[in-house]
């Protein structure tokens, strides 16, 4: 079985664009999360969708935005691109929303560079 | 609020030597512990994960962690470093919020390099 697939894999973009990631779930899963990580750093957690709604946000600016589609896919999307947003942008699933005991499965995840 | 220290960025030892990798955290209630491991330009790997029970907690490719609450600790270890355990490996703590929702805070995250 495929794992977790993310779209594009690497992308430039310039400061003051919009762009747009995609996720894949695991088959069968219908959880996802997203996570980003700054060179040097941990994830950092952005948001986790649920059945189409949204579960969780993390710290992150209205800038960010995600959705989760019937298929369980998702897309994150970030506009007005700062440099600070440089990172690789990790798309996590589990089968369900909550509950520590579950396990989440990663995407290799979508390097952004900002210029 | 939970966090995750992991203490050295960086660790080196030679091929054969014991692994050892440090994990403390916080958590404000009883917490679900984590290590992943990620190898270059990959995504993240779980390696084992403490929830309840026994805390001894066998992983894959021969770690273990063990759970002290009294010391809030879960460090990693490994008996017998390999040229394949070369990575940087992640701590990270999430607690049981029951069907609502599911977010891991990670810790910095250590770089393990192992020396023939």
């Known amino acids: 079985d495929a794992g977790v697939t993310q779209s594009p894999t690497h992308l430039i973009k310039t400061r003051g664009q919009q762009v747009t990631l995609r996720c894949s779930p695991i088959s069968g899963h219908k959880s996802v999360s997203w996570y980003q990580q700054v060179l040097g750093q941990g994830p950092q957690f952005i948001f986790q969708y649920y059945e189409k709604e949204e579960r969780g946000r993390g710290n992150f600016p209205d800038r960010f935005s995600a959705r989760q589609f019937p298929n369980y896919s998702s897309e994150l999307n970030v506009n007005a691109l700062l440099l600070g947003d440089s990172a690789l942008y990790l798309c996590a699933s589990s089968l369900n929303a909550g509950g520590g005991t579950g396990e989440l499965f990663f995407g290799e995840g979508s390097r952004l560079t900002v210029l | 609020a939970q966090s995750v220290t992991q203490l050295g960025s960086h660790v080196s030892v030679s091929e054969g030597a014991l692994v050892l990798l440090r994990c403390n955290y916080s958590s404000s209630v009883p917490p679900y512990l984590f290590w992943y491991v990620q190898y270059p330009n990959q995504g993240l790997q779980l390696l084992l994960k403490?929830?309840?029970?026994?805390?001894l907690v066998k992983g894959i490719n021969g770690f273990e962690a063990e759970f002290k609450k009294s010391e809030t600790s879960f460090h990693l270890t490994k008996p017998s470093a390999h040229m394949s355990d070369a990575a940087e490996y992640f701590c990270a703590v999430t607690q049981d919020s029951g069907a609502g929702s599911y977010q891991l805070t990670f810790g910095k995250g250590t770089k393990l390099s192992v020396i023939p």
């Open positions: 403490y929830t309840t029970g026994a805390t």
